[in-house]
């Protein structure tokens, strides 16, 4: 019922910067937490950041001080900045929400990814 689409991945040298952005949109009644999500090839998917509805922002002990996780609630969209990146981050960033339906049902929607490559 809430599809999330990612935007803003491509190909950023170490030490550079990108802005993830993450729009959701269909049927719902209220997006809960929002959260940001990465998985590279033969590794689990791992958390970077989630953000609540209020704005509390909780990251990965390694990512803290170098991603940046923000929502504007009257877009319905979250962010992730990325700053001083690395090639260990390199993967795929996808999108998460966790939202009530239109019948207040607890539900998660994941977005489809978008690929981040840091190189050189």
């Known amino acids: 019922q809430v599809q999330l689409v990612e935007s803003g991945g491509g190909l950023v040298q170490p030490g550079g910067s990108l802005r993830l952005s993450c729009a959701a949109s269909g049927r719902y009644f209220r997006l809960n937490d929002m959260g940001w999500y990465r998985q590279a090839p033969g590794k689990q998917r791992d958390l970077v950041a989630t953000?609540?509805?209020?704005?509390?922002?909780n990251y990965a002990d390694s990512l803290e001080g170098r991603f940046t996780i923000s929502r504007d609630n009257a877009k319905k969209m979250a962010f992730l900045q990325m700053n001083s990146l690395k090639p260990e981050d390199t993967a795929v960033y996808y999108c998460?929400?966790?939202?009530?339906?239109?019948?207040?049902?607890?539900?998660?929607?994941w977005g489809q990814g978008t690929q981040v490559t840091v190189s050189s």
């Open positions: 998460n929400a966790d939202y009530l339906d239109t019948g207040s049902r607890k539900k998660v929607s």
């Open positions: 953000v609540t509805r209020g704005g509390n922002t």
